[in-house]
């Protein structure tokens, strides 16, 4: 059965010293919880923090990148196998910013999930679609044009290591969240297009998690819809009690 994750985007945020002290609040604070936590922090960040998350079973890392292209002459780049090195069990891919910033497109998402799987770590790919998109009602289509063109060219073996986050774009960063049955009705849409593609186990066995203005006062009503298995957070995960509290409302 599929596991429950709540996993932080720190983006680009925190220096060094700052990120370590983050990451050691969470830590030491994390009990026992109901699924995986995974700190997704900057690339400089991450030898240092694998250090620390081994001390902890449930808590695992995650890069917020990577580059498709094995390695090479690309300056500033950072490829799988440098992230494998130091610890990395998951790479956030897809994610809008990403996408509008960086123009990363479904075709170049596809390559770099083939690379972050050839190296033995697990993709959480991002999709969602921009407000414009959710007020003509076309949001389902979107969503899963992004999933067939970056994913669903894997072997169900392949698409087995995948988690996938459910982000609307005009829920990040933004204090407007989904509210639960728009989570649930995407999520339930996202399960089902896995279940055509993959058959109902696969799709059953895959989390699915919610992002989007995710934070202490509402994650437990959108984890508690039956398809929402969790959530990526972005500005809450840079607050530890905040955090904490909803890696609590796993349970
Ligand atoms: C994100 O960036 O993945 C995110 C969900 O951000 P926020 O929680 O700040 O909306």
Redesign the pocket.
Known sequence: MRQKIVAG?W?MNMNFQDGLALADSVISGVDQPKGLVILGTPYIHLAAVSERVKSHPAVFLASQNCHQEEKGAYTGEISVAMLQSVGVDYVILG?S?RRQYFQEDNALLARKVDAVLAAGMRPIF?CGEPLEIREDESHVDFVEKQLKEGLFHLSPDAFSKVVI?Y?PIW????GRTASADQAQAMHAAIRKMLADNYGEEPANNTSILY?????AQNAAELFACPDVDGG??????LKPTDFLTIIAAMG
């Open positions: 985007n983006k994610h910013e991002c986050a982000e829920a990040i960063g933004t992002g989007g203005s995710c934070n990526l957070i972005g500005g809450a995960s």
